[in-house]
């Protein structure tokens, strides 16, 4: 089992920067890929941003050049600095961490969301 825990969320004017923390139960970063997801009211859930275990990251085309995922694995924590934030990045954002097996087959774990309002 996976435990994530999601801390940083709040509320941030137009324009403004937040980041983002995920914090595992133990050292995971090696064999999980990592990935911030968000979903606004009325939407599916869409991914943000992904990191793997190789350090290969994608961003959504929405947050291209304005976000950044980065991992600590000293710290088993992921982040997601988010800048230069819009009204339409309000979200609740999830962290997940998915195994991809050698077969194609995967596990996911998710974290309980936080929320990320941005508003004047």
């Known amino acids: 089992q996976v435990q994530l825990v999601e801390s940083g969320g709040g509320l941030v004017q137009p324009g403004g920067s937040l980041r983002l923390s995920c914090a595992a139960s133990?050292?995971?970063?090696?064999?999980?890929?990592m990935a911030w997801y968000r979903q606004a009211p009325g939407k599916q859930r869409e991914l943000v941003a992904i990191i793997t275990s190789d350090d290969t990251t994608n961003y959504n085309d929405s947050v291209k050049g304005r976000f950044t995922i980065s991992r600590d694995n000293a710290k088993n924590t992921v982040y997601l600095q988010m800048n230069a934030l819009k009204p339409e990045d309000t979200a609740v954002y999830y962290c997940?961490?998915?195994?991809?097996?050698?077969?194609?087959?995967?596990?996911?774990?998710w974290g309980q969301g936080t929320q990320v309002t941005v508003s004047s």
């Open positions: 133990r050292s995971i970063f090696s064999i999980y890929n």
């Open positions: 997940n961490a998915r195994r991809v097996f050698k077969i194609g087959n995967y596990v996911d774990y």
